[in-house]
């Protein structure tokens, strides 16, 4: 279990990403571990114009995880293309996901289309828990089912790349998005993004941001669960994985393959150590 | 390009400075090796964020953390005993850079202003520098001045300033070493700095206003300390009136006093 398997087209040598906004862009860990051992790599969420993200504080320790409000600090996708692929292209083997983002799907077709024929990137992976200004209803894309079946469905028609839709976990029922996503053209969907929360700053000024680590992971584990049982769409797990045994949960849940998120703050080598483990237990079974 | 470790190491001794002070040695000959004064080590303290520490003098193959116990992480550092396991991660960040006119031999040239536990990063910079200089030093009380023995030995002037006039003079030390400035007739040329972000803010005001150069080491919530969460963003000028954020724990946590903007 969690070897080489073959997840939306791509041969992967494992089943173990570092989630998207993790890792950054693959440069900033590379002095600790070799990433081509991953079974591939997601980068930050990339966005149209670049963004410098929110004011601090940014980040909380909370009980057993974190909250973040990082803003999507990104260079911008012509900056990413410029200098934060060379790196990629030079170094990494495995397939390269790139994590994109928008407040519109005109934004994130334009994205889309800068990105199209860059030999190195393998999938885009849809981050459809950004804001969505345009509708004052709904706060994510991911959280409005037309609107989230009408983003991916623009994307898909202008892109071959493999789809990913990662969703928002603040939604009634999950499995009514994955169904949207599948039907619109998505090859497979990320679950979960971080939960929304807040917590208040020193001077007590309220800070909006998502939850993730060790707390999220048994609300991760019930959609994953929900998702495969109803949806047939590959599902690639995320949410508080901080062990081996994690890992083979989210795999009996219905994962195809895993993303290590936050836990990889306290551990910076638990994706190898997963890797190392798993393969262990794949020769055990 | 640094290089830097996530490793196991043990404990080889770890002791009390002072009552709530604790001073932690390991050895690890590759790490030593590449510290630079001014760089940090993230230490898994038990927390789901590991806790960041300077590392406050090398010898040979010797680190040691000089640490001021507060909240949960540093008590379970502070628990752990002579010979256990602990998990660490770096050396991380930018060190503090040698200032651009050299060391001077004149003793007036630098000034290091150091407060709290910010002594520990300019003592390991203490131990580097050939030449002494003046230090500035605030702490609450007299119970909480650490870290001097590499001062004594290299024959710093060291002047201290403490909260509630336990030791030196009474008050910040920012107004000590305002007060310094006044008085003489020779300013310093190059300051290094660490401490509590409003005593550097106040410290780089002084010395940006009198014309000394220098640096400071900030400190921020540090979760992944590789430059990859944009967790611990500082706001730095360009040369434009926009800013751009740059991260204490990749790009600093040493900046120049005048690349920094304050809130
Ligand atoms: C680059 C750097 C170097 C440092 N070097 C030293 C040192 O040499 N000696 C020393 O005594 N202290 C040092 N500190 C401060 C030290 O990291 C904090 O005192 C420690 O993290 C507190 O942890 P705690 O769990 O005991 O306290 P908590 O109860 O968690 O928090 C108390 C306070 O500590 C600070 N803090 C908490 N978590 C973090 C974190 N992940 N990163 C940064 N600050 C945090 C916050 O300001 C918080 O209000 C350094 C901090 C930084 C950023
Ligand atoms: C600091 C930080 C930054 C993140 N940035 C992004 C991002 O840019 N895009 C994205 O899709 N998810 C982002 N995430 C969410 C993670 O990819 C992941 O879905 C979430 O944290 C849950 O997994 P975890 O509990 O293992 O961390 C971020 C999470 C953290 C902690
Ligand atoms: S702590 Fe992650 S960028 Fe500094």
């Known amino acids: 279990m969690g070897l080489t398997t073959n997840f939306i087209g791509l041969k992967l040598k494992n089943s173990v990403f570092v989630a998207s906004g993790i890792a950054g862009f693959g440069e900033e860990y590379s002095d600790l571990f070799d990433i081509n051992k991953l079974g591939g790599f997601i980068t930050k969420t990339v966005t149209l114009l670049p963004r410098k993200g929110n004011s601090l504080p940014r980040i909380v320790e909370t009980t057993s995880g974190m909250i973040n409000s990082i803003g999507l600090e990104n260079p911008g996708v012509d900056a990413f293309i410029e200098d934060k692929l060379p790196f990629l292209r030079k170094n990494l083997k495995i397939p390269v996901i790139v994590s994109i983002g928008g407040e519109t799907a005109e934004e994130l077709v334009s994205v889309v289309r800068k990105l199209n024929g860059v030999e190195v990137i393998s999938a885009i992976e849809l981050n459809l828990s950004c804001p969505n200004i345009k509708s004052a209803r709904k706060y994510f894309i991911s959280q409005d089912k037309e609107l989230a079946y009408k983003t991916i469905r623009a994307i898909r028609k202008v892109t071959k790349f493999p789809l990913i839709a990662k969703l928002s976990p603040a939604v009634t029922d999950i499995t009514e998005i994955a169904q949207v996503s599948k039907n619109a053209g998505a090859d497979a969907v990320a679950l979960i993004n971080s939960f929304p929360a807040m917590f208040f700053s020193k001077d007590r000024a309220p800070v909006f941001g998502g939850l993730s680590g060790p707390v999220i992971k048994p609300m991760a584990l019930k959609m994953i669960y929900e998702v495969s049982r109803k949806v047939k769409i590959p599902i690639m797990g995320v949410g508080g994985i901080t062990s081996v045994k994690d890992a083979m949960d989210f795999f009996a849940a219905g994962s195809s393959v895993i993303a290590v998120g936050s836990c990889m703050f306290k551990n910076p080598k638990l994706p190898i150590e997963i890797i190392k483990g798993l393969s262990k237990n794949g020769k055990q079974d | ?263």
């Open chain 2, 1 to 263: 390009m640094a290089k830097f470790y996530q490793t196991d190491v043990r404990i080889l001794e770890h002791k009390t400075v002072l009552p709530g002070y604790k001073s932690l040695f390991f050895s690890h000959p590759t790490l030593a090796k590449n510290a630079r004064p001014g760089q940090f080590l993230l230490l898994d303290c038990g927390t789901f964020f590991r806790r960041p520490f300077t590392i406050s003098s090398v010898k040979g193959i010797i680190i040691e953390i000089l640490y001021k116990v507060i909240g949960k992480g540093t008590r379970y550092l502070s628990e752990k005993k002579k010979g256990d396991w602990l998990n660490v991660f770096g050396p991380l960040g930018n060190g503090f850079n040698p200032s651009p006119q050299g060391e001077r031999t004149s003793p007036e040239n630098l000034v290091f202003v150091a407060g709290g536990t910010g002594i520990a990063s300019l003592r390991f910079l203490a131990q580097k520098i050939s030449v002494p200089g003046i230090l500035f030093y605030g702490a609450k009380t007299k119970n909480d001045i650490i870290g001097l023995d590499v001062f004594k030995q290299k024959k710093w002037h060291i002047k201290i300033s403490t909260e509630d006039c336990s030791s030196g003079s009474k008050g910040l030390v920012t107004d000590t070493f305002k007060k310094y400035l006044s008085g003489s007739r020779h300013l310093p040329s190059y300051l290094y700095s660490a401490g509590p972000k409003p005593m550097l803010k106040r410290i780089s005001e002084i010395c940006i206003s009198n014309g000394i150069a220098g640096q400071v080491s900030l400190e921020e919530i540090i979760a992944c300390g590789v430059g990859a969460c944009r967790g611990c963003a500082v706001k730095t000028a360009v040369k434009t009136n926009k800013f751009i954020y740059k991260t204490v724990c990749k790009d600093g946590p040493v900046f120049d006093i005048r690349e920094i903007l304050w809130d």
